[in-house]
């Protein structure tokens, strides 16, 4: 009994103190070894000072247990461990220092905190944030889509340790890259955006994004659907051939998504019967061109059998497709022929060496067709030339000068040659051009002469109602001075002038002129009757202005018009003459005398008497 209670006291003795020590002055500190690349080893120490635990626990801040090691003699081994460290954590031991090495960490560590604590006194340590650095995880993201869809974005989302990226783009159809540059990428952070302006059939494929975050790469890919209406991409506007054979046209189409009804009708009249015309479709490869890169997709083909194709098969068809959007491709299909002739031949901007020749191409019936122009002289061929198909004008040079030409036009193909279509022209003279500047120059100066005339007409004309005039006697108008106009064009043609001659003047027939002269004070009113031409002078103040009358003549020789008496005092002749036109008559004859005071010119004609009283005023 006295033994047992000195074993006690010697225990207290011993122990106390240092249990009193280490709770005063002990440390528990947490190393790493992060960052550390997933799936590498992550070493976790817990250094112990004034401690003299047995061992050492690891947890995770939410107080989830990773393992505990424990000290057994000179070395180390695991104690109750936990599931972050289940078979995968080894320990060491250096005095005082408890190590756990957990190897393949993942992930999963990346961001985690974590503490050690001594199992003794249960001091717990500082807490560390583990770094595990690991590539990216990409997801790409994007609907399938329409053609003619804009601003259509395919968006790829990066996740890693660092979380810095770099991103590379690829557009591939099968085994073949169409893309791997593009114009539209917008790039930050964890997100990478490719933007198409405006969606076509060449989008479609598989989209691959890359991401590197310099641990290492990661990537994400999708296929893009594109729909749209179906095309023809083996195909003809014409199809030719020849009349009582067996004949097969095929048609070539794509259609994103697959059809769902082919079919073909006709345009100008019912289709032939199944006996005389089979249409079949199939599924077929096709070559398209995709960013000019050729590619290998899923078409259709349509067969149309005619087994005997005759005259009245030729006519407009038209492919009809139905996928999700409607499609019509029309076709001809026609007999081989000659071509039908030309039209609308035109020549056109002739000078004295060269001309235009052009016309309007009709349809060549199923051959290409060509053009022939052939210009002749008098002297032979001077032009033959032949112009391919898409020629419509052309222009013959070398010509000669003012000389005439024929022009023969055809049109040429396989089958034969169209009918004949002719013209003709002449080329100019040399002095064309002159003459046509002559002209134009000779017109432009009498219009300015003309307007010039005007001009001073009306500055006379002014300046004269201004200034008073001679005195004159007023007459009173009457019918056979009413409404008389004054020709104020020869008003200064002078003492020296002289008679022209009228356009008939030396013949029978026609118009003759005879002048009359007017004292410088007298007034003279013409008037005309239907049977009479009357001509009086008044004393009085008149300016010098000019006059005329007409006078007609008869198939009888008679004069249509009786003139009243002239009275012409007898006074000197001014600067001014009065002009009376007169119609020539085999018995009549105008007599005028300077100084007679009067003279009368006596016409006998039945006709004219019988008009007589009807006045019109001549101006």
């Given at each position: ?10 225990f207290?003795?011993?122990i106390?103190p240092c249990?009193?020590m ?10 790493t ?13 817990c250094?112990l000072?004034n ?6 626990a690891f947890y995770f ?8 090691v ?11 461990t936990g599931?972050?460290c289940?078979?995968?954590c080894?320990?060491?031991r250096d005095?005082s220092?408890f ?13 985690a ?8 006194l ?11 650095t ?29 979380d810095?990226y770099?991103y ?6 099968g085994?073949t890259v169409?893309?791997?540059?593009f ?8 997100v ?7 969606v076509?059939y ?19 890919r999708?296929?893009l659907?594109v729909?749209?209406r179906?095309?023809?991409i ?11 054979i067996?004949?097969?046209?095929n048609?070539t189409f794509?259609?994103f998504p ?5 079919t073909?009708?006709?345009l ?5 019967p199944?006996s ?9 490869p ?5 960013y000019n890169?050729?590619?290998?997709v899923?078409?259709?083909r ?11 098969h ?14 019509h ?13 030309p ?6 901007q002739?000078?004295?060496s060269?001309?235009?020749?052009s016309w ?6 199923g051959n290409?067709?060509t053009?022939t122009?052939i210009c002749r ?6 032009t033959n030339v032949?112009l391919?198909?898409?020629?419509s004008?052309?222009t013959?040079r070398?010509l000669?000068i003012?000389?005439?030409?024929h ?9 034969g040659t169209s009918?004949?279509?002719?013209s003709?022209?002449?080329t100019?003279?040399?002095n ?9 120059g ?5 219009v300015a002469?003309?307007?010039l005339?005007?001009g ?7 300046r ?5 005039g001679?005195e ?5 108008p009457d ?7 004054l ?16 356009p008939?003047t030396?013949?029978?027939s ?7 002269q007017?004292?410088p ?5 013409v008037?005309?009757t239907?049977?009479n031409?009357e001509?009086?002078?008044y004393q009085?103040?008149?300016p010098?202005l000019a006059m005329?009358?007409q006078?007609?003549?008869?198939e ?6 009786d003139?009243?008496?002239v ?5 000197e002749v001014?600067e ?6 007169v119609?020539k008559?085999?018995?009549a004859k105008?007599?005028k005398?300077?100084?007679?005071a ?19 005023d001549?101006?």
């Open positions: 009994m006295i033994i047992h209670r000195m074993e006690v006291i010697l207290v003795a011993t106390l249990l009193c280490g709770h005063s002055d002990t440390r528990v500190r947490l190393t070894t992060h960052p550390v690349a997933e799936g590498g080893s992550l070493i976790l120490s250094s000072t401690d003299t635990s047995t061992h050492a801040k939410n107080r989830t247990a990773i393992g505990t424990r000290r057994a003699g000179n070395s180390c081994q695991n104690g109750t599931q972050a289940y078979r995968r080894s320990c060491t005095g220092s190590s756990m090495n957990i190897s393949n960490v993942n992930r999963s560590w990346n961001k905190r974590v503490y050690c604590h001594t199992g003794h249960s001091v717990a340590s500082n807490t560390t944030e583990i770094t595990v690991y590539g990216p995880e990409v997801d790409l993201v994007f609907a399938n889509t329409t053609e003619n869809t804009t601003n259509f974005h395919l968006n790829c989302k990066a996740s890693g340790e660092p810095q770099t590379r783009w690829k557009h591939t159809f085994s169409i893309r791997d540059t114009d539209n990428v917008t790039s930050s952070g964890s990478s955006t490719l933007t198409i302006p405006k076509t060449q989008d479609m494929g598989t989209y691959e994004c890359k991401a590197n975050n310099g641990n290492r790469e990661g990537n994400d999708g296929f659907s729909q749209g179906p095309r023809a083996e195909a003809q506007q014409r199809y030719v051939t020849e009349k009582d067996s004949r097969d046209i048609i794509v259609s697959k059809p769902v009804n082919t073909i009708l006709r100008d009249s019912a289709l032939p199944h005389e015309l089979s249409v079949n479709v199939s599924s077929v096709v070559t398209m061109s995709f890169k050729n590619v290998s899923d078409g259709y349509v067969e149309l059998h005619f087994s005997k194709f005759e005259t009245k030729q006519g407009r068809y038209m492919l009809y497709v139905l996928n999700t959007y409607t499609y491709y029309n076709f001809d299909i026609a007999i081989s022929d000659k071509p039908d002739s039209t609308y031949l035109i020549i056109a002739i000078t004295d060269s001309a235009i020749i309007t191409p009709m349809d060549d019936n290409s067709q053009f122009v002289n008098s002297g032979g061929i001077q032949t391919n198909h898409s020629v004008s052309y013959i070398n000669d003012s000389t005439k030409y022009v023969t036009l055809y049109a040429s193909n396989v089958k009918v004949h279509v002719t003709s022209f002449k100019k003279s040399e064309t051009t002159t003459g046509n500047a002559a002209i134009i000779g017109a432009v100066g009498t002469g003309v307007i005339i005007i001073l007409v009306a500055v006379l004309r002014r004269r109602r201004h200034q008073p001679p004159a006697t007023e007459e009173e019918d056979d001075n009413d409404g008389m106009k020709n104020v064009l020869y008003e200064s043609a002078g003492p020296n002038y002289l008679q022209q001659p009228g008939s030396g013949s029978q026609g118009d003759v002129y005879a002048v009359v007017k004292p004070k007298s007034r003279a009113n008037t005309e239907h049977g031409a001509v009086h002078n009085g103040g008149v010098e005329y009358a006078v007609q003549k008869t009888k020789g008679k004069v249509e018009k003139a009243e008496d009275k012409i005092p007898k006074q001014p001014s003459s009065v002009y009376s036109e119609k008559t085999r018995k105008l007599a005398e300077e100084g007679v009067k003279e009368d010119i006596e016409v006998a004609d039945a006709t004219g008497r019988q008009n007589k009283g009807q006045h019109e001549l101006s």
